[in-house]
Nanobody, 117 residues
C-alpha cells in the first residue's frame, strides 16, 4: 500500500508563502491522481488542489491565482506552493491519492500550517 508523508508546514506571517511536499512510497506513483486537502479546526476537510496523472491541475477558488501544484514522478513527490497566505488558511494540510476524484479512506499525519502575525 502506498504511504504518503506530508511536510513543509509551519508558522508563517500573513502574506507569506509556503511550499508543502507530499512524498509517496511505491513505484507506480505516476499513475495516480493526487490531491491536497486541508482541515481547519472545527471544519470539514476540503480539497485545495489536485493534479492528475497527466499533469492537469485543479485549484479551489480559495487559492486560485496564488498557488501552484506540481509533481515529480521520478521523485514520487507532489508539491503545493501557496502565496499571499491568509489567516483563514490555518489548517492541517493532507495529501491523498484520488480515485475517480475521491480520496482514499486512509490519511496520513498531515502537516500543520499556521498563518499568524
Amino acid at each position: 500500500q502506498v504511504q504518503l508523508v506530508e511536510s513543509g508546514g509551519g508558522l508563517v506571517q500573513p502574506g507569506g508563502s509556503l511550499r508543502l511536499a507530499c512524498a509517496a512510497s511505491g513505484s507506480i506513483f505516476s499513475r495516480y491522481d493526487m490531491g491536497w486537502y486541508r482541515q481547519a479546526p472545527g471544519q470539514q476537510r476540503e480539497l485545495v488542489a489536485s493534479v492528475g496523472s497527466g499533469g492537469g491541475t485543479y485549484y479551489a477558488d480559495s487559492v486560485k491565482g496564488r498557488s501552484n501544484l506540481s509533481r515529480d514522478n521520478a521523485k514520487n513527490t507532489v508539491w503545493l506552493r501557496i502565496d499571499s497566505l491568509k489567516p483563514e488558511a490555518t489548517a492541517v494540510y493532507y495529501c491523498n491519492i484520488l480515485r475517480d476524484g475521491v480520496p482514499r479512506a486512509e490519511w496520513g499525519q498531515g502537516t500543520q500550517v499556521t498563518v499568524s502575525s
